[in-house]
């Protein structure tokens, strides 16, 4: 093989090996049985908190928490009800920060 056949070889590895490396660093350690029984904890206490809140449809609100952190997404009727949603999480006990992704729910439908 070519001397620059190798060398092209050789830095297609190297960038390759880079990549993984930057990939394997960026993603976050698998969570224990106990990391993750706590989330599920954590999220039921955040659904059942929400579903308390008379005022606050939270029927399309979708729960997920991860190490602590609760994730909303879904849809809201107002932008009240996304900020009482995140209101309600912060609140909840165990929950570290709310990522709040709840979107809009379009006007063209009655509540």
Same mark, same amino acid.
């Given at each position: 093989m070519p001397r620059r056949a190798r060398n092209n070889q050789g830095q297609r590895l190297t960038a390759t090996l880079i990549a993984l490396g930057i990939v394997a660093c960026s993603t976050s350690?698998? #969570? #224990?049985?106990?990391?993750? &029984? &706590?989330d599920a904890a954590t999220a039921t206490r955040v659904e059942a908190a929400l579903a308390a809140q008379t005022q606050l449809f939270a029927r399309d609100i979708?729960?997920?928490v991860n190490d602590g952190v609760v994730n909303l997404s879904?849809? &809201?009727? #107002? #932008?009240d009800d996304i900020e009482t949603a995140q209101r309600v999480a912060r609140a909840v006990p165990g929950v570290k920060s709310v990522s709040n992704q709840i979107s809009l729910e379009s006007s063209q439908f009655g509540r």
């Open positions: 350690p698998p #969570s #224990s049985p106990v990391q993750r &029984a &706590a979708v729960v997920s879904g849809m &809201a009727w #107002s #932008s």
